[in-house]
């Protein structure tokens, strides 16, 4: 044991001292009564503090301990009452099975086995339904793919306490997540910039300033300033989201060979568009005045909603079963089914189709094939025929027993580009007013900015860029708005070369820089055949390479229109390097441009004539080579003009596919005129049901030709594509086997909005312009067309060479044609 270390004795005071005090410390009393020495208080002296090692902290006090929950398994079943008296009768939300398996997890593992006694759920749940109110997450409350519920759930962690949910740490995780979802919205918007949150709505993507452009701004006066090429691959990908009736961006990143599921997504997605686009359509709006009629009185002329004594209503086949005998109004994809009858099938079932005595609508301006959805007015009849693979779904996701027998057919009526987006704009007094419509205007389409962000100020900087300050479109200075189309330039034929130098030299024939084309679109097929397949006839690629050298040689002779416009190409069929293994069949789409290998000549001639041009960095823009997907977009001026180009042969391919209908049998080819198809005037002894008509779209219409002028088959030709692909909303409505397609990126072929024009280079086709529903559609067809005499050889003196010339401001294209 250690012994105790002794304590020293303190040192004894002075006056208990021995012997006298020093001198020093001997002063008079100030109180001479007593006759005593005082002491007085001096000054200590500085003394040196001990060093430390270590720095000397303040002992922390213990936290007081946390109160311990025991987490447990609770059973949805159990936590469903607790449910259905917060979410249902206090937030009015319904909650799925799923919705309630996670509540029901969390609150076993937090709230623990105190979760009914103090009210710990309830407190749980009333904060999870405001925060998926706050959230938009509609009506019903599940966990689904969006994973929005367990986003809530996994905020909520850190502000559990003791099984309790913390208030206060609460609202500071409130205020902390509201910054980061603004961020993430911006970051998860394409071309966006966290400085700056009109930028996120696509300013930055045309580089223009946030305040107004001044007037000597020499730099952005011209118009390829804000052109744009807007590829298949870089379009945002916008699906629609039934939950919550509206679109949503599709963050997740696309794949080439995506599972199954996307094929099955992809159709589901154009079944959607179509069906909440048809329900906003007037015909198909319920009165609010009660009505004793049965069926709607529509009329187009009739635009007071008094006038409407009821409306349409889509009926789900699957609710057919046990209505034998009664008539619907059915809206579905065309399809064969296995035994090889023709069919119809929505989110339902499906149904086999009797068209023996169907009526198309109208007559002869339509085109109908599997892979299209349509709407089908005619009856259900039970017979017990065509067995269904009902098994346990008792008919819902089956094909039904029986069969329907149309009466008529008809294509879902087009939604003008205006009442998508929600707005209308007057260009009288320059403003855009709200109309009513699906309201997408804050949506992105293309990445180039969205219609209620930059709209109305990028048509003044259109109007000030082109000439058009007075607001009116007639006005005579207008500058550089034309666009140059030309389709199926088959560079391995010297006569398209010898083409395409007579149009460039067509183009610079006025001598007016004013005067050139703005863009110089070249659509494929680049070769007659399809390349490296294999062929003698299609080459390899080095004739293909010299195929472009043979183009870059003409261009070069043009060095003033090479450095002040933008070509585009885009390839077909028979374009690497996807013909490499088609063979010249049908490929993929969307499908990339014609590869850089090929292409160096034309841009070398380019740059070779920006640099001999002295092009000034701050005005000038240089011209460019731009070789995009197919389709592609064309933007300019932002959301203000939008054309669509595709390349495809789409007339040949739906005459391959397309129904026959027995009272409108005609010979291929040949055409009737507008009497004929009329919407207006309908044949009555042939109709089963003219309101049907009155819900069908209008027949597309060219400036041109008048109802009481005969149409031209061109023309004809033209209304029919123009109505069967502006009525799908697609650019392929075909089924896969017919025309492959990429599952993710199927949302580029998609036609909603309507773009303000589409190029649709079909060379089976003869070159026609067609507006329809405020959409100008055009189709330059072939670039060459040879003089032939009647057995067939080709007459001397050169052959025709056909385009088309496009006015970005007026909306209306031109066929040109040219001896050579």
Known sequence: MEEPIPTPAPAPAHIFRAGPLPAKDLVFSSSPGFATPAHPIRPREARPLPAVEKPIFAPQLKPANAQTVLPIILPPQTLRPVAFRTLTK??????????????????????????????????VLDEVAKQWKRDNGGLILDDGQDKKLKNILKCLEPCMSGGKLDTARLSRSKSTASTLSRSDNLLSRPNVSRDDSQASLGLSALDVEDQEMEEDDAAQQDPRAYLRVVAAFTQPRLTYSISKKTLELNITSPSLMPPIQ????????????????LLRNESFQTTTFSSTTGLATLSRSASNVASMTGSYKITPISNLLGRSGTSHLLLGLLVHSAAGDLSLTDLTGSAVLDISTARPIPDADAWFCPGMIVLLEGSYDDDGSNNSNLGSAGGVGGQIKGRFIVDTIAGPPAERREVT??????????????????????FDFLGTGSEKALGQRMRRVQRRVLGQEDNSVESEDSKRTKVIMIGECTLDNPRTLEAIKAILNDQLSSGDPSDRPLTVVLLGNFVSAASMAGSEKGGDSIHYKEAFDGLASVLS?????????????VPGDNDPWASSFSAGAATLLPRQGVPELFTSRIRRAINNANNEANLRKDIDTPGEAIFASNPARLSLFGPVEEIALFRDDITSRIRRNAMLFPKTEQLDGEMADENDISLIQPDDSDMPDPEIEAAASRVPITPTTTTNQNVDKATTIGRRLTKLLLDQSHLAPFPTNIRPTLWDFSHSLSLYPLPTALCVCDAEAPAFCVTYEGCHVMNPGRLLEDSRSGDGARRRGGGLARWIEYDVLRRRGNVREMRF
């Open 557 to 569: 002779e043009f060095p003033s229109l090479l450095s002040s416009t933008t070509f585009v190409f």
């Open 421 to 442: 987006l929600g707005t209308g704009h007057n260009h009288k007094i320059d403003a855009i007013h709200t109309i009513a419509g699906a309201g997408y205007g804050w």
């Open 90 to 123: 206090k937030h009015n939300l319904t909650i799925t099975s799923s919705g309630l398996g996670a509540l029901a997890s969390f609150v076993g593992k937090f709230c623990g086995e105190r979760w009914r006694q103090e009210g710990l759920a309830e407190m």
């Open 262 to 277: 996307q094929k099955i997504a992809a159709f589901r997605n154009r079944y959607h568009l179509v069906h909440q686009r």
